[in-house]
Every structure is written in structure tokens, then in C-alpha cells.
């Protein structure tokens, strides 16, 4: 959602498909249902660009309830013009010439939840971030579906590290580029996908990767509308 | 939420216990998982005032995104000082002289949902308003534990009619009563109770209700304070 | 969706909701999963009127394929121009002045099935007929949700007896009728409503009722476009 | 089942296994629960053949409604003479000499479903269709249990691409072949087995390679009568 | 099928429903899982008339082996020319002039266990016998769907009393009787039904009531061949 | 246990069965899975017997760890002399002369948790202690399956009121006696039978009952010794 | 089972554990739910063996009741002095020098259908048969647990191929062996194990295979007797 | 527990996660339900520490009350300082330099019981003993998630061999020890990891391995607080 606040922003058209009638991933639950999360000055400056309030802990971190954080930035990126759209999972993708992936295959969540048999739509889209987290399913279908290769050390998935905060707050700004034609990865799915260690629960660097992806998109959709 | 707004806007203490992780009830869901809402002219004011974009219908009629107007709300919310803890559930309420509500039995919904028997917590209110939609459910408590007679015609919760949108949304405003010594009933809860029609997917009536009910409360607090 | 035929044959404007992807009820599979199903007289005119094929079984009874008769009637009540709507449920009825019934309160099978809270919508209808078998749905939730009488000798669901075929196959004909103002019940539900007994395998009088419970709606409507 | 159709119609004894009560597979679903379906100029010929109503929608594309297109060529399959079993399940494969398919294990679907240990009958076939879709189950049983090599690239079941309409489309005709001796695959199944890409919610390929793999059929059967 | 093996030794046409794959109830499972039966002096009796081994415990109780006794009674059943269909459940009965009971409405046991909605099929009986346990389904039945009375002081099922073996044993005797006109009672049913106490691991009763029903049946049966 | 500790420890036979593995119902989860407990003055004499080690909160309020608690007292009980089986259910109570309470029903907890139909043993008991807690189980099967009038104004269970400590922890002591003839309540049991309120996390009215229990036991035992 | 019938006989020690209550695997259940089986010649002899009726069905096949048949054999089992436990799981076995099976560990199959974490007992056995049907589970443990090698062509256990009856009727009596040291394998377990066809409803080498097993083991016994 | 409770003695820090609301893991459950344990001289002396009941069996085994044990140690590691939390699940590792185990990510039970997504919290340890029983669970996240060699001879996790009490007994002492750089590995997981045998019901190991675990931390903690 920070990723589409800042593309909606520049007046990209972006559309966010979120699996749960609930938006903001584990980020409501807070740490062990404690729903307060953490962030570094870096991840402090997204806050305080989202009005979102902080407290100071020391030693240059910062808590911000859950809620608020969640709420706020889904508030400000429908505002700036992002259409989210929850209860809908992606089945899979699709693709064009160069087997470049061009859109998503969707479905209602309510309906593999059901246990129902029912077909599909799909949706075009010039760029698909992938910020499914632990399980960066899209990029698993890339791999799995296409046999297709990652930009990543072994092509494929390399699966996140235990945990390690500072390491993995700071790696996941490199790892969120384009990692296949036409799929940016962002936010935990990043480090998943290039074997870098988990987060924890410092949320700093997700939201800076969000801004990231934002940043990746913007300097690969022109290029799109050249060719 | 938006009787949780109104009274911490006024300074007072203000407390949501939601049970879902996700906040907003069935609202994020729009109607039929097409995520947007209906609202009248009344409703209307609300959203303007929340600052939540609305689109013209017809016939006294607008439409909003269920997903702007849950989170703006929750984010208002939170920033005018009110505290809001997702994943927890009401299992009982406190009682004392008189029996009197002064007070919830509260556990992580988690605990029930994995089957654990472990014991609550309470947590000490002057005030509590039944939001949980059709359920009632802490007016439920209310007559099924104490065996006390609520504020209604049968003395007990009524239970919705079928749907009748003009009706109910016409009824709820003064359906939101202190319904109990120390309990305000508020949204389709209060229809519920009083044995009013369902509502719908016009969700202005709920909006109205909120912010009825933090005037009961604001009205009752007084008087707790002098006695 | 035999009266669906029919009305929809006489130019009504005719909808059938059906709560599973599957059409056609308990009558694809058969009895005891052997899908064929028996007939009498009676019920072999209406096959023949749709162009299913029976064999004699003797004694007045005529076996026909069970998949080919729901499959048949269906093709041929679309042709005829009546929509159906499958995985769809009701979860309420609307109603108007009078406590009328006046439409159904409508939802995704799936989402009830996927256990996810979200709100319906609505549609109004001049006549609702209540098909959904032996639970005979929205007979119940007009007794249950609007304490109304209904026109049975109790003023509500008496439930059905014993199976006694023979009687059941015979009384199924003058309980499909309308049963509370704008709400007919056909099918299993005419019998279980009025307390007469369950018919068995023999599908006759199912067919029999649909055709009835055709004509009762085609003598209702006029009625109410004078009003 | 179009296979089935022609088959019939050409004098073939033909029988037709589905696992559910429900007949056609995820076609009542059309997409995403919106029941109607897609076909191109090549797919609306079919649904001429068999009387189904199509609207234009543009560009080559025709609308049909989903469930009238399941339930009228089901009809037309069982008058043109064959049986449809439905509530079966496909265990295994019957093998002879040479290892060639030459028959089904079937079990009432109830049976795994409710958990029960009960063993399975056999049905003797000339020729077996697999039309399961994406899971290409009967081709899955003759790689895993045989360890036989099917008449692919690979030897095994590839697995279907990510979504891409068109190519998918076209390439489902000539990947409805005889893949093993005695076995031929098609609809959904095909281009899983062969590694073309799925189709989405434009079922005229579909129906497509259901006549393509009765004349398929067709072709087979004469030559096993004279060895 | 105590009842069974005495009824079919006299030559009369005896049929055993039973829902599970297991035939004998609760017997095969002995006490707490340990595979022994206690039975007293008069139960010896017939085990010793099926060739059941027992071993003397001291004051006249006797150990026998659950799946010897289980396995020996049914093996003896069938030879004397009884049928067993395990796997069939009891979902209704069939009535008749004076709503006698007059057969039973069965299905697959797997059809419920799987959540399927398939109809049942029927079958004609002079006398049923209802030994379904301490749930006494089909006297239940008759009960609910039938409003009628059954020949105990309460005239429904009064439901078993806690345990007290010695009673349990002595009543069960005089309890198995023609309960509702073509309906006997069996087994723990007939305590269940008539308030007698419960019996425990003494299977003593079970075989005696077995034994009676036999001797109820016999009686009534000659009467109806007259009328 | 702490009733068992003290009958044991005056040489009565004592035996507990618990249905968990877990020893000690809610308590080791504590309050909300934080696994503390809270104790009065009184209670904390009880802890100090125990030796379980706690720490003064204030206002007479102190704190003990919830595992340290419950092992200490079991360990302190088996050492004592009871017995404790756990993973056992009561499912029934056995009665003797003037249905006085004269034993229990049980069988493995396994047994209905794996959905098996397996027969129960018993055992005899000259006093049987209700201990399990809101649900008051042995007391409701005296009630629902006896039909038998326990010793409060309704003459059965009345419920518990909701939370009110001060007063739940106040009336436990006198609630804890002999409900029915054998039968002694004791626990949240206690209070749920005699519809006072609930306690809370507060814990020093259970140990408290558990102490009047024993020597509510001790008063009756000799009375049966010498009839 | 009926290799216990046949070792007892020969005054063997021996044991059978049954994982369900219910005895006979899939053979109560028939085919498809139908309880019949069906015999050749060779089986015939040995349900004549056993007194069990069977009825020509013409080519060399005979059918038998499936109840009669497995009561009947385990009713002479057990008269022969063969003990059966049933409920109860093997979850390992027992080795010593060598790696020798000698024994198997053994757990109530209630404790994993309850999931619940309780650990097992353990029994010596100079020979173990497996006859867990296709899982061949006694063999997979020694392969997965032991790394151990059995005696077939891959040292592994191959898998059933699909059902050829003939060939699998045919190959099971050489199947069945000693594929371990300690460890015999026998029923569908030795087709399983040796990669040979599934056999269908024909239930006659399954005995055979039983008369082999107790064959094999006879000739170990002695051996180890001597060593 | 017993490591913690010899650790805490020494005045080292120690703290417990137990998945469980019961602690003890499987003990509590003895062997198959029967509520007893077995130890050998070995094992006995380490019990008469505690002060454990045991009674002489024979052959140098001795049996105590499995409750009686793990409450006694449970109650005793409290008391010497250690501190338990029960109801914690250990999701991940965290680490530092060099890849070591520097702590753990943990989360409440119930949040993945109920199907929650939410996030963890984390722990610092200096040292972590890896008691998880047969799964070996922290020592395969090392494997698995950070592809790290442990110090086995195959360098990932072996497996524990089919049960050998003897040599699996004497063989745990050996294999509890430092396997990867700040992580203990005990009990069944000692064996698991190393390849040895499994135990049985003979739990003297497990107390033995729990003594070492304490000695080998015992021997590491001092070279940390140095470097």
C-alpha cells in the first residue's frame, strides 16, 4: 500500500488486490498481538510524511500503533487515487511475447476458501509488484509455472534467512528491484526472494521498500510506453 | 468507531475491543464483496465531515469505498485519542452493585479459536456500548447470565425483522439507547434489540448511530462522575 | 425451474436463485446415487412436454435419467427466457407496507461457506416462491425474524411426515399455494409447511407443483400491477 | 461431454465418469461466479450446433450464458445416447498386455469424501478420454503408477503455462491427441499434459477439443476392432 | 443381530441395517478399549449357544472376547439366512394407513458423512426393529416427524437413567416390546426409550434382548398375515 | 487437587481424574496466557502451606506463578497419597438405592475425541467430587438424566452470574457442599451451580473450596461407614 | 487374519493388531459399497476351508457374502487361538542386533486420531507380517527409518502398478516372503512392495497370500528356535 | 525442564517455551495412557534427587507416577529460579555474526492454532537447547532456513532409527552436546539428530540427557562472557 500511494501519487493508475477482507497484512496484529510496531529514523520519516504519530524509545527507534499506521496509509493511498481491492487472490499470472509477465489471474478468495470449482478473470497491468511476503507466491509461480529464471543468485526463490533485524532492514532496499520482465518484488517477499534474513518485528523497512518498488516502477513504465 | 471518535474527541477515555484482526465489522466487505457503500443525505454529513470522498448516486443517494471510509474513520479515530485493540473478545461482562454493567471479561480471540481453555482478564468501563451488530451479543449476556430485563418492550432482545432499509434506518437512531444500567446498544445491534428491520448495504444509518451513541454516553458520563 | 419455465414462457420476468454451483437440487443424484429417477402418469406428461425420454416400469410408473431431466428443464426454462443465478443464497426476505414480502436479501454462497463476514445485497421481486425443499427456507424466516402467521392450520412450518409417497405425491398439488402475502411455496417445501407427507424418490409431483406454483404466481401478478 | 455428444451420435457406446453431482466441470461457475462465458468466432459455431444462444460482444467475441450451455449439451449428449454416471470417482487405470489402458477403477466420490475404506469396481474401456483439467489425473496415474512415458517432449505430464488466451487457445486443438496407448487427453488437460498455456474464462477451446478428441476417438476405435 | 440370527433360523425374511463399515456397535470396542465382554449367568446361555468360549470371573460373571463374540453372532446370522447391508443409515421410515410404520427410508451412510444432496430409496417391512442404541433413532423419529405416541408412560422417549447394571439388566427384558404399532424396541434403545438405567460393560441384556425381539417379532408377525 | 491433597493427606483413598493431559483446568494459562495468578490474604495461606512462593502486588492482593502453583500442588497431592488419571472423561454417574450417587462412568478422553463408539467402565466412589469447573458437568447429569432435585432454590443448575471477584470469591466457600446425595461441588462448579458470580483471575476462592471441599467429604465419609 | 488362522492352528503364538475397531480392511465394504466378493477356483477352496457359502458366478469366479466372509474367518481365527487387538496403531518397530525386526511399538489408534502427544508401549515378535494393505506401512518404516535395503529389485518399496486382477492374483503368492529379516509381507502389501498389479474386488489371492504368509513364517520359526 | 532446573540452581538465567499448555511434553501421558514411567538405576538416582517416588520393578528398572514426576520437576526447576512460559510456539531462530544462534522468534500457540497472521517477537539467548523431542525442530530451521552444517556426520539432521531402548538410553548421553554454534540439542532430539535409536517408555534417558545439556551449556556460557 505505500507502493501504491506513492505510484497513485504521480498519477499512475494502480490497483492493489489484497487476499483478506482485512488490508495491511500481519501489520494489525502488531508483535504477538501486541498491536504496536517499531521502526528505525528511516522508517520514522515515512510515519511522519503519513501524519502517522510516533513515540520515541530510545536508542533511535520508535513505536507507532498498528491500527493507526495501517489505516492511515491505506486512507491517504485511496485518497491519492489507488484502488484496492480486498477478498481477491491471485491465481496466477499472465503473459505475452518473451513470456513477459502482463497481469494477473484473478479470483474471489471466498471461493478456494468454499472449496468451489470456478473459473478465473484476469486483469492486464504494465507492472505486478510482488508483496505477498514469506511466500512471494507470484515470483513462485514465475519459477514454478514458467520455469522461468530470477534475477537472483540461483534464478529461483532462494528463501528468506532466520532472523537477523539489522541485516534484513538493510538488504531489502537493494533486493526490491524487478526481478523477472514486467515483476517488481517488495517488503518481506523481497528478502525471500533473495535469501536475505527476516525482519522481525521492525517495520521500517517494509514501508521503505514499498517506496522503493514505487521508485523501480516509475523508471520501468516509461520505458514501457517507448516500445 | 465513529462513537469511539466522537467521545475521545471530547477528551474522553475511549476503548474498542474489536474481536476480528481486521476492524470495521462487515463495512470492508461492501455488499456482496463489491467493496463500496451506500449512504442517504444524513450519512452524507458524516462522511464530509471524516473527509471521505463521496460520488453521487441519485435520488438522495451516495456512494463511497468501504475500504476509504473504514480506515479513514479508524484513523480519525485513533488521532482524536481513542485506544483500539484488535483480536480481542468479550466473553463476559463485569457487574457490581446492583448489577450493574461496570465493566468487560475480555480473552484474545485467539484462545478460543485454537481451542485452549485459558482464563480472562477484566478491564473496568463506566460505560459500554454493544456494537456487535446482529448478534447483540453483550446484550445477550446481559439477560442470559443476569437474567435482567433490558430497556425494550419484552424486556428482552427482540431480535431484527427482515430487511426494510427506510425503516431501519429511521429506527436505529433511537433505537441507540442505554438499553441496561451502564450499557448503550449502538448499530444493527440496537435494531437487533428492539426488534426494528434490517438495514442493508446503506450503511448511513450505522455511521448516524455511532455518533448518537457517543451523545448518550456523553450525556451519561455526568452523572456517573457526581453520584 | 419447472415454474420458472412456465412463468418465464408467459413473458413474466422470472429469476431463480440456487444456493449451489449445481442445479436441479437432490434430483441429479437420483436415489442412493443410482441417477435415475420414477414417475407416474402425471409427471410423464410434463417429461414429455420437455422431450425427456421415460421407459415404462410398469404399474403406471416411468423411469426417466435423472441427469437428462435436470439438465433438459434447465436448457429449456433459460430458452424460455428465465435467469438462474446458481451459488447465490438467500440469506433474508425484504419486506414492505403490510409486512409483505417483496424481494430477497441476497449473498455468495461462497462467503457464508468461506466463513467471512460480509454484507448482502438486495432484490425486489412482485412474487417470491419458496423451493429450497424440506428446510423450506423462507417459510422459516418469515415465521422466525417476523413472527407472522403463515396460512397452515399451526399459522406456521408444521414439518413434513413420514414418507408415505402415494399421499405425499397427491397433496403436494394443492399445498403449493401462497402461503403468506407475495411468498408460494412449491416443491418438498409445499409439503413440509402444510405437514403432509415426504414423497420419496418418486419425482412426479415435484414437477407437478412447479407447474401449480407457475399458475399461482400468473394469478397473483395481474392482481398486483391493478393495486 | 461435447466429446461424448459426437461420440454418441456416431453410434459409439460412450459413458462419461464426473466426480461431482454437478455436471460440467467449472463451467456453471463461469468467472469468477459471474455465470457467463466467452467464445470466439471458431467456438460459437459449436454453440450454434448444439442451439445455445449467443450475444456479440465485440471483436470476434460471443457471450453465452454458462449455465444453459452446460445443461443444453449435456441434454443433447444423453438423447444422442450417452450415459452420464455422475458422483464417480476415477482411482485408477485397468492395464493389459503391452501396459495399454483399457479401462477404468472407479469408486463412488461419497466414499473418499466420508473417509471410508472400501474397495472400488472396474469398467472395461476401448478408449479412455481424460477431461479432469489441470490435474490431468488419469495421464498423472499412468506416469506415477505405470512409470510408462507418455507421447510428450518430456515423457511426463509438463504442467500448464501461466494464463495466455490466445496461444493457449490455439495450441488446445492439436494437443488433443491419443498421449498413451488407449488414453487420449483433452479440454483443460491437454495443455497441461503438453506445457501449453491455460486458457482463462474463453471456453471455446474447450468445447473445440472436445470434438477434436472424438474424432480422435473416432479414428482409434475401428483399427482396435479389426486386431 | 442377536434378533437376526432367531428370527432367520424360523425362516422369516430378516434384513440388518447398519450405518457403519463395523458391524456389532459398540461391542468390538469392549471396555475403555480393552476387547473383553462381561456377561452374567443368563448370558452365558447364549453365548454358549453360539459356541462363544467364556471364561468364569467368580459370582457368576463370565469374561468372553468382544470380537470373537461380535465376529461368531454375525458369522451365524448370515448362515442361518439372514442379510446384513452395512453402510446404510436410517434417514426416515415409511408409513402407511393409521401411520403404522411399514418400512424404512435408507441411504449410503457416506451421503451424509460427505455432505452430499442425494435422495434416499425404501424398502418395505412388516416389522422394524429399532436397536440403534441409546439414541433409539427410529422411535425418535417416529416421535418428532410423526407426533405419535409410543406405548411408555411419557408416551415419547424418556431417555436412559445413569448407570445401575443390575437394574439395567433385569429391566431390558421386560422394555423390548412392540413400542409404536410395526415398531419393536432393542437393545440399550429399549432402556433408552422406556427410562430404564443404563447397563454398562455387562452385555449380558443385549444378547437377552436380542434374543426377545426375536420373540416379539414372531408373534406379531402371524397376526399381520391374517389381516 | 487441593481437595485431593487434603483428603489424601488424612489417609482418605482419593482419586482424580482430569480429562486433559494438562493438569489443573485453566489455571496454568493464567490470565490471558500471561501465567500469573493472582491470591487474597486468605488464599495466600493455602499458597504458603504449599510452599509456592508469591509476591505481594498490594491492597492484599498477591502474585504467584501459575505453573510453579499447579505442579506444586499436584506434586504435593500424589506425594500425599492421591491418585490422579488424567486423560480420562466422566461420562456418566452410577447410582445405586434411592438413585444416590454411588460411582462414575468413565472412559478415555481419546475415545470421543477420535469420534469412536467404545462402551465405558466404572467405578465406585463413596463421595464424588464435581469439580469441572462453568460447566458443572457431573451436576448436570444428575439433573438431565435423573430428573433429580439438587440442594439449591431451583432445585437445579442455576448458571453462573457474570464476573463480580469481590462476591464470587466471598460465596464459593459456602456453595462447596454436598449438592446431591454423594455428590459435592466444588470449584468454579460451585458457583455455576448455585448462580453466584463468576471470580475471575482471581484464584484464592478456588483453593479456598478446595480445602472446604475436602473437609465437607471427611464430614460424610464416616456417616456411610457407619450405615 | 487368515494367516493367524493358520498359525494358531499350528499352535503358534499369535497376534493381530487391527488399527480400526472394525476387522477385515476393505473386505466388509465389497465393492463400491455392494458387500459381495468374488473368488476363483484357489479361493474357493479356501473359503470352503473355512465354511464360508458361495455361489457360482460362472467362468471359474464365485461370490461370497464380505460380512460372512470376515466374520467367519475371524470368528476361527480367534476359536484357533489367534488373540486380535484391534484399535490399536503400529508407529515403529523394534529392532536389535543386526538391525533385526523383533518386535513392534504400538499406540491406541485413538491417542493420533485425538491428536494428542502420548508416547507408545512396545512388543516382542520372533516374526512380523505386514498386511497394511497398499501403504505397506511395516515396510516403509524399515526403508525410511532403518535406511535398511528389502528384498526386491529397487531394495525399496516399488508401488503397486495399476489393477491388471489376473497378473496381481497371479504374482502375489511368490510376493508374499520374508522381505526382511523378522519382517514378512503379505495381501496387497507384497504387491505394493514388489511393484506388482493392483488386484480389484477379487478377493481371492488376498487369501491365498494369507495361507502363504502363515507358510513362510512357519518355516522361519523353527530357525530361530535353533539359533 | 531438567537442564533448566540444574542451570537455574548454578544461578544461570534460564528460561522455558513450552508449545503446550501442559508441560512435560509427552510424560504426562506415560506409555499408551497408562499414567506410569520406567527408569534404570541411572535414571532412579536422578529421580531421588528430586525426590520422586519410585518402586522397584526388577532388573534393575524402577516405575514412578508419570504426574507425580513432571510436577516435581516443573515444580522444583521454578523454585531454583528458572522461568517457564507455557503456550509459546518457537517460529524461527535469531542470528549474528558468524551465522551463530543468538535467540529466538517466538509467538503465542494459539496465533497459529487459530489461523492468524501475525507477528512474532524475539528473545536473546546466549545459549539454546534444542529439546523439541522427535521433530528436533530448532535444529531443522538451522538446516533448512540458514543452510548451515550441524556437527552430525551427515551434517544435517539424520533421523532417529526404529526404537532400540538400550543402546538409544546409552547413546543420548553422548549426542546431547553444542551441534551447531549456541545450540544444544536434548533429549528425543539428541538421538533424532544423531541417528541413534528411540527410546520407548523408558524415560531415564531423557532425565539424563537433560542433566547434560545443563553440564554442556554450563561449559559454554563462561568462554561467551569472556570474548
Known amino acids: 500500500m505505500t507502493a501504491a500511494h506513492y505510484l497513485a501519487r504521480e498519477g499512475t493508475k ?21 498491536n504496536r510496531i517499531v521502526v528505525q529514523e528511516e522508517g520514522k520519516r515515512l510515519l511522519d510524511e503519513f501524519n502517522v504519530t510516533t513515540k520515541e524509545y530510545g ?8 491500527l493507526e ?14 484502488r484496492i481491492f480486498n477478498s481477491i487472490s491471485v491465481e496466477d499470472v499472465m503473459i505475452r511475447e518473451g513470456d513477459r509477465v502482463t497481469g494477473l489471474v484473478l479470483n474471489w478468495s471466498a471461493v478456494p476458501l468454499a472449496g468451489l470449482h470456478v473459473d478465473p478473470l484476469t486483469m492486464r497491468a504494465k507492472v505486478v509488484i510482488d508483496a505477498t511476503g514469506h511466500a512471494s507466491e507470484i515470483c513462485q509461480i514465475v519459477v514454478n509455472k514458467l520455469g522461468a529464471k530470477l534475477r537472483t543468485k540461483a534464478g529461483r526463490v532462494i528463501g528468506e534467512k532466520p532472523m537477523w533485524a539489522e541485516v534484513g532492514e538493510r538488504e531489502i ?12 518484488v517488495a ?10 534474513p527476516r ?5 521500517g523497512g517494509m514501508l521503505l521498500s514499498g517506496e522503493r518498488a514505487a521508485e523501480v516502477a516509475l ?3 516509461p520505458r514501457l510506453k517507448v516500445s
Open 199 to 203: 525482519m522481525g518485528p521492525i517495520f
Open 173 to 184: 532496499i537493494e533486493n526490491t528491484q524487478e526481478v523477472y520482465p514486467g515483476l517488481i
Open 59 to 66: 536508542n533511535g527507534y520508535y513505536i507507532a500503533d498498528s
Open 14 to 34: 494502480t490497483v492493489v488486490f489484497e487476499r483478506q477482507l482485512r488490508i495491511g497484512g500481519g501489520m494489525p496484529g502488531g508483535g504477538m498481538l501486541f
Open 69 to 82: 499506521t495501517t489505516s492511515t496509509i491505506c486512507s491517504k493511498a485511496i485518497k491519492a487515487g489507488a
Open 187 to 196: 517488503g518481506m517477499a523481497a528478502n525471500a526472494v533473495f535469501g536475505a
Open 219 to 221: 523508471e520501468i513504465l
